[in-house]
DNA sequence: CTCAATTTTCAGTAATTTCTGAAAGTTTGA
DNA sequence: TCAAACTTTCAGAAATTACTGAAAATTGAG
């Protein structure tokens, strides 16, 4: 399969960037390429193209697959299956945000629960608690954040998309927050 | 060194956590620890609290260093450094953000801005440019959203922490955002 | 139902990453 | 300047993770 070497950097960069990240290299790399396919691909493929082995490519697909991040689709007069991705990129963004936050915020949550629910055994536990109920805030605080995010409409997000880099507005919008919480003061919620 | 049983399924728990990010387990446990512990300690303490080798315990410190996570001091009459995180969990946080951006977002947006650069080759490439040409939106958009909260002075953020759960008020500001760029309709920036 | 097409599983191998002990390097007080 | 105290480096061992080919399982057209 012939690669275009735009899309060659495109794909191995986000191999790379992948292995950064818990996902390994031929995740990363399956779906940077059909990130930028413009028709869905079977796993033949995508074996391939990326030079990996066809037992390779189905345990990735299978990876992203459990991630929610692919479509999967048939065509007329073919049995195999063809994959692709959103359309959307923020649909996919926000996947991969309820993902990580289902596979690694929730658990941290819970076991920070957990910890803080136990009665300290000394002066060490104590502040022991005490830290681990900063971070469990500074969580709960920063996800709350992130959904309300995620719950924008597309339409939305598309206008502040086109907006481009005149961050300023998203700057008042901050502006706005940091009044409302003055006037609220430092009351316990 | 005896660590009490809570601050040992923190520190576990946050190996486990390191190793699904790029971070490994060590330099996840090591953190951990230090996060919780009342004062700074220093390496020994470190490798002997966690069983980890004294070479480990030094890879590891340099590790975090690396991404200024970490504070170190001396006490007079010892000549063993100490180590501690800042106590502002918000500064922890904010200082992971701007690593993670230097190091891995900015890498991708100069690939991406390389890549949209090229004269597309073929339709294929027209279509991979375009895809890109997305993600590149969304990247800068998410990031300047999380710059600017990250310049949120940490009383008003301290402010916001004690609301807690009261999420409302979060809501609220993004209803107020929804608006703003409604009134700015559709126009390119 | 049968069988060819396709996908998945899995045991073994390869590659990578983590971890260690020993040695080299650095710092500082006397 | 020396030497003890402490830290870092690094080559190799250990552990983990990624990848493959062959075989098993599944699917669906006829």
């Given at each position: 399969?012939?690669?275009?070497?735009?899309?060659?950097?495109?794909?191995?960069?986000?191999?790379?960037?992948?292995?950064?990240?818990?996902?390994?290299?031929?995740?990363?790399?399956?779906?940077?390429?059909?990130?930028?396919?413009?028709?869905?691909?079977?796993?033949?493929?995508?074996?391939e193209s990326l030079g990996f082995s066809r037992s390779n490519v189905s345990m990735g697909l299978k990876e992203l697959e459990s991630w929610r991040l692919v479509k999967l689709q048939h065509f007329p007069g073919d049995r195999r299956e063809y994959f692709s991705t959103p359309d959307d990129v923020w649909e996919i963004f926000r996947t991969l945000a309820e993902e990580r936050k289902k596979r690694e915020v929730e658990p941290t949550l819970t076991m920070l629960r957990g910890a803080m629910m136990e009665?300290?055994?000394?002066?060490?536990?104590?502040?022991?608690?005490?830290?681990?109920?900063?971070?469990?805030?500074?969580?709960?605080?920063?996800?709350?954040?992130?959904?309300?995010?995620?719950?924008l409409d597309v339409e939305t997000l598309q206008r502040l998309m086109k907006l481009g880099s005149k961050v300023t507005k998203v700057l008042q919008f901050t502006q706005s927050l940091s009044k409302m919480t003055s006037r609220n003061g430092g009351e316990e919620a």
């Open positions: 399969m012939n690669t275009p070497p735009l899309v060659q950097s495109f794909v191995l960069h986000f191999g790379e960037m992948g292995s950064r990240w818990g996902i390994n290299r031929t995740v990363g790399q399956i779906y940077a390429l059909l990130y930028v396919s413009e028709r869905p691909i079977n796993a033949d493929e995508i074996a009665r300290p055994a000394s002066d060490a536990e104590k502040h022991a608690q005490a830290r681990m109920k900063e971070m469990y805030q500074l969580i709960e605080l920063v996800t709350s954040w992130f959904s309300d995010i995620q719950n």
